[in-house]
Every structure is written in structure tokens, then in C-alpha cells.
């Protein structure tokens, strides 16, 4: 029997050839602060797509220059940025790789100079600045900025895009009640605080077609935080919307003390699987390829994503490959020394 974690994966038109996934990860390494992709994030990338990873993404990409997580994160607020993009794309699909984006803002944990912008003037905590309370027409102009970084991604080719939902930046801090103390439609009950994802899933749709991915935080590690409820409510959302996948990641939204310890949170991509009925990806700790495998096999993720494990072993589908006894097609000059 095929290892469930090497079976094909359709979205839409797109089809990964396996369910392995690079999760986003900063590089920090645009030395230049302006956001447009270097000759490390043209090797970087590559070097996993030869691994043979089904669908890489690149690290969060901000949709406006004040929304970085640092001045050294990819940019996509400009039409500038999408020349470096489309060779980041165009690299990795050659060899059969797809590849999708995060785009991102950070909120009230921007590092860059200026005010920094948020649901409300919450500071994460004492090291970090005391945010601007967004007023609607800044809420109006950053909605609108997540869709020109869509309609960018479209044209620098990339095959799925990813809404940065999570880790406690701009759209998990509208969704938390730990963030979010607004009044108006954007804050108070549940339904208001997804008014926010909500008009950004619809406004980046209206340029984009493809494969969309929401990644969220699904828990908060706080009693008076959204609970699994709140997570299968707004999946639920999600999917009625039109999302694709929720990728399940946790935490970040407040201080906490978190014990990860491996496949941690993958409870959370099943509850929400089962709960709100939408295709999940599981993160955090899956590192070994039978880890993987169980997580696949019983349903509890419809795909698994990797950040460190990958940083560690480009190849490591190939290793995974090998241990479950799959056939895993090598770039074709590496033949003589896959098997
Ligand atoms: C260096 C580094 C940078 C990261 N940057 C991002 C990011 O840009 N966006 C994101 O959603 N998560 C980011 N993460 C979190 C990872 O995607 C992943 O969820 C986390 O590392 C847990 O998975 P792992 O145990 O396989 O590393 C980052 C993690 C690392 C180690």
C-alpha cells in the first residue's frame, strides 16, 4: 500500500504531489529592508523544492510596509517585488514543486520604525510599542492591501496563497477578545471580531481564484481567549467563504508559557477538521516520517507542514520516502545516488 503521506493532493486545479509542506518561515535576510527576494531566497527555496517538499511557502510576505515583522521580511506591497517573486516560483516549480505564499501583517508586533497599527492600543507587552487603534479607513486601506498582495501573488505565478491568521498579528489580533476591545462592528461578539477575516477573505478573492489557505492560532493559552468553539466557528466561516484549508498552528496571541512537545498541535487540526469539516494542516514538532504518516493516514490532517525539520534536511522527503517504502522520483541528475 502507497504511504498515505505520499499520495497526490488536488485544491481547485492544483494538484501537490505529496502532502509534505514547507511551513513559512522569516528568513529576515532582505539586507536591504526592502522587502524584494535575494540570491539566498532564490537558493533557500530551491534547495527544498529539489528535495522534492509538494508545496513550499515562502515565509510571511508583508502587505504593507508598516505591517512587517521585521524590516528584513519579504515584501509584497509593491508591484517592485513581484520580479524576485516569479523567480522564487519559477525555480522551485521547475522541479515540480508548487509553491504558495503567506502574506502577512504584522499588527501590533511590527518591528519597524513609526506608529504601528492594531484593533485596539494593546502593546504585546512592555518591551514592545503601544499600537495605533485602527480607524475604519485604516481598516478599509489594509483590507485592500492584503488584495493587492494577492493580485501580486497571482502575478508572480504562485500557486496558493496563504492569510497569516495567527501568532498574534493583525488578523488574530481582530479574531482574539485578548486583542481586540473594539466597539464597532469589528469587536465585541465572535461574529463581530471575524468582520475583519471575513471582508479580507472576500476582498482577496475578488483577484484571486486559486487555492486559499487561512492560517490561524487554535489556542491561545489564555482563559479569557477564544476557545476550540471560537475555532471551529470562524473555520466554519472560513469555509462557507470559500477557504480551502486551515493550516492549525497555536499561541503568540498574549505572553505564555507553552510546553510543546511533538505533534502538539495536532488535536487542534483535528478538532477542526472534524468540526467545521474543511481540509486541515497540521505544524509544530512533526518530525519523524511515521509521525507524518499517522497523522495523514488517520485523517487527522490533510497535510503536514514542516519548519525547522526542513531547515535541518532539505531531502527529508526523501528520507521519509525511504523509511515508508514510497516511490519518490528524484531530480533526474540525482539518479545515480537517490536509492
Ligand atoms: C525561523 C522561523 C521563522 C518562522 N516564521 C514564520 C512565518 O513567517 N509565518 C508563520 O506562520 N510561521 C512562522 N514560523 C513558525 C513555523 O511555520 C512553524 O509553525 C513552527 O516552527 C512549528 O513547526 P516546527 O516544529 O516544524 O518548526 C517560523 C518558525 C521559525 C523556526
Not at 498515505?4 to 514547507?22: E, H, W
Not at 501580486?152 to 493583525?170: C, S, T
Amino acid at each position: 500500500m502507497t504511504a498515505a503521506l505520499f499520495t497526490p493532493y488536488s485544491i481547485k486545479n492544483v494538484t501537490f504531489a505529496n502532502r509534505i509542506v514547507m511551513s513559512p518561515m522569516c528568513m529576515y535576510s532582505c539586507e536591504a529592508q526592502d522587502g524584494k527576494a535575494t540570491d539566498f531566497h532564490y537558493t533557500h527555496y530551491t534547495s527544498r523544492a529539489m528535495g522534492k517538499v509538494g508545496l513550499i511557502f515562502t515565509e510571511a510576505a508583508a502587505v504593507t510596509k508598516q505591517g512587517r515583522i521585521s524590516p528584513e521580511d519579504l515584501g509584497i506591497w509593491s508591484d517592485e517585488h513581484i520580479e524576485g517573486l516569479k523567480k522564487i516560483v519559477h525555480l522551485s516549480q521547475e522541479h515540480g514543486a508548487k509553491v504558495g505564499i503567506q502574506i502577512a501583517h504584522a499588527g501590533r508586533k511590527a518591528r519597524v520604525d513609526g506608529p504601528i497599527l492594531a484593533p485596539s492600543a494593546i502593546p504585546f507587552d512592555d518591551g514592545m510599542k503601544t499600537p495605533e487603534e485602527m480607524t475604519k479607513q485604516q481598516i478599509n486601506e489594509t483590507i485592500d492591501a492584503f488584495r493587492e498582495g494577492a493580485r501580486r501573488a497571482k502575478e508572480a505565478g504562485f500557486d496558493v496563497i496563504e492569510l497569516h491568521g495567527a501568532h498574534g498579528y493583525l488578523i488574530s489580533e481582530f479574531l482574539s477578545p485578548l486583542t481586540n476591545n473594539r466597539n464597532d462592528e469589528y469587536g465585541g461578539s465572535r461574529e463581530n471580531r471575524y468582520t475583519f477575516l471575513q471582508r479580507t477573505i472576500d476582498s482577496v478573492k475578488e483577484v484571486w481564484d486559486g487555492p486559499l489557505f487561512v492560517r490561524i492560532s487554535a489556542d491561545e493559552y489564555n482563559e479569557e481567549g477564544n476557545k476550540i468553539d471560537d475555532f471551529i466557528y470562524f473555520a466554519s466561516e472560513m469555509k462557507k467563504q470559500g477557504v480551502d484549508l486551515v493550516d492549525c498552528s497555536t499561541g503568540g496571541i498574549v505572553p505564555a508559557k507553552i510546553n510543546p512537545y511533538p505533534g502538539y498541535q495536532v488535536t487542534h487540526s483535528e478538532q477542526i477538521r472534524h468540526g467545521a469539516k474543511i481540509a486541515t494542516g497540521a505544524v509544530g514538532l512533526i518530525t519523524h516520517p511515521l509521525q507524518a504518516e499517522e497523522i495523514i493516514q488517520n485523517g487527522r490532517a490533510d497535510l503536514v507542514f514542516l519548519a525547522r525539520e526542513l531547515l535541518r534536511d532539505p531531502y527529508w522527503p526523501r528520507k521519509a520516502s525511504v523509511e515508508l517504502n514510497a516511490e519518490l522520483e528524484p531530480p533526474k541528475q540525482y539518479e545515480r545516488g537517490w536509492n
